[in-house]
Each structure stands twice: as C-alpha cells, then as structure tokens.
C-alpha cells in the first residue's frame, strides 16, 4: 500500500528542545515537501527536496532544517523550537514537483 | 508574492445539485494546476489536475482552466454529502529554484446538504 509514514502524530513539547518529525515513503517518490497548515493561513511550504542531497527552501523555512540522505526519508528538524511553530505539519511525496500523497500530519505544540 | 485566490465559503449545496468552486491565481507563468480534497481533520488528497485551457472531466468532476483570465474552477456534479470538504487549489509555477512548486490556496468549504 502506498504511504507516507509522519512521527510521532501528536507531540507537546518545550520552547527550546531539539526535535525531529521523520517522514518516510514507499513509493520511491523523487520528490518530498514538507508543509505547514495554521487556520486562516493554509498551507505553506517550509521545504522540499527533488531527490536525493537536493533540498531547496520553500516559502517559510526559517527556523527548521530538513536533510534527504535517502530517498525514502525526509525528516524535519526543529533546533530550537519557539511557540510560533506551535502547528500541523504534513510531509508529502510525488513523482515530480507536486505532492501526491501526504502523511497523515503532525500537530506539535510548543510551550 | 504569488497570490492564490479562494472563497472561504462555506458554499452550501443541496445533495444532487452542482457545486462550482472558483480559484484566481496571480502568477502568469502557472503551468499547471491542481486540486486537493481536505476532509475535516485529514490531510489533503489530489483529486484532479490540468495543464491546458478548456475542461479536462474525471467522473462527476470537471476542472476549467482559462489561463487568459488566470482562473481554474472545479465542477462538482451530482453533489453528495460525501463530497463536503475543504478544496485547495493549486497552481504550479517556477519557484525560482530551477523547479516548479506549487502555492496553496487557503481552500473553499463545500456542504453538501441531503
């Protein structure tokens, strides 16, 4: 079954504390993005990847860092957190530059 | 700054009747355009894409694009309260990076109501 696999699913955590949301897909999907959902705001692209060792900022990249080392994972690092990123954060993969599938998301709150 | 316009809604229809969801996008060079199906509490799922002018059908949905007026909408027939869902549009234009990224609209609320 194709999948993108996010986690953890649900994290409440502490201003400050280094943290990685993983993503992972079976698809071998060349392209990976990770976006954020806030109300009012939609989503919005944090960072991308058109393959391997190939990452590019997307719309609001401050504050995170992603790494590709393989095809199948894309994670999200959050060095140090601050309320603001308190939100619901989907990864999704595709063939070419356009997501296909999206995980089931990760809603994190930060204190 | 690449604009992507939506009514909020939400667009309320009757069960059966058609629902038409409107999308105005300011980048001229979109090359293609997308739209996902958000379900309350779900992630996004592509339901339809199109890359020319005119109507491309899927079922009992329809995507319309007029690049001229650079405005895409997507035609939902026979409406069901299964359909009821938030629907992003998306258009795909060069992000400037050497690719083509896509910018989410903040996506119209469709009720469908039996």
């Known amino acids: 079954e194709a999948q993108v696999t996010q986690n953890p699913r649900y994290l409440i955590t502490v201003t400050g504390k280094k943290l990685t949301v993983t993503c992972s897909q079976n698809?071998?999907?060349?392209?990976m993005s990770w976006y954020r959902q806030d109300p009012g705001l939609g989503l919005r692209q944090i960072y991308y990847?058109?393959?391997?060792?190939?990452?590019d900022k997307g719309d609001v990249p401050e504050g995170y860092k992603v790494s590709r080392k393989e095809k199948r994972n894309f994670p999200l690092i959050l060095e140090s957190p601050s309320p603001n990123q308190t939100s619901l954060y989907f990864c999704?993969?595709?063939?070419?530059?356009?997501?296909?599938?999206f995980g089931d998301g990760t809603r994190l709150s930060i204190l | 700054q690449k604009e992507v316009e939506q009514n909020s809604g939400p667009l309320s229809v009757p069960e059966g009747a058609i629902a038409s969801l409107n999308c105005t996008y300011s980048?001229?060079?979109?090359?293609?355009f997308f739209w996902y199906r958000q379900y309350s509490g779900k992630s996004p799922e592509l339901i339809m894409f199109?890359?020319?002018?005119g109507d491309k059908e899927d079922g009992r949905f329809t995507a319309q694009l007029n690049k001229a007026s650079q405005y895409v909408s997507l035609l939902i027939r026979d409406s069901q309260p299964s359909d009821s869902a938030t629907y992003l549009c998306?258009?795909?234009?060069?992000?400037?990076?050497?690719?083509?990224?896509?910018?989410f609209g903040k996506g119209t609320k469709l009720s469908v109501i039996p």
């Open positions: 999704a993969s595709g063939i070419t530059g356009q997501p296909q599938h």
């Open positions: 998306a258009p795909q234009g060069w992000s400037g990076a050497g690719s083509y990224q896509l910018t």
């Open positions: 980048d001229r060079g979109s090359q293609s």
């Open positions: 990847s058109m393959n391997v060792e190939v990452t």
């Open positions: 698809m071998n999907h060349e392209y």
């Open positions: 199109i890359y020319s002018n």
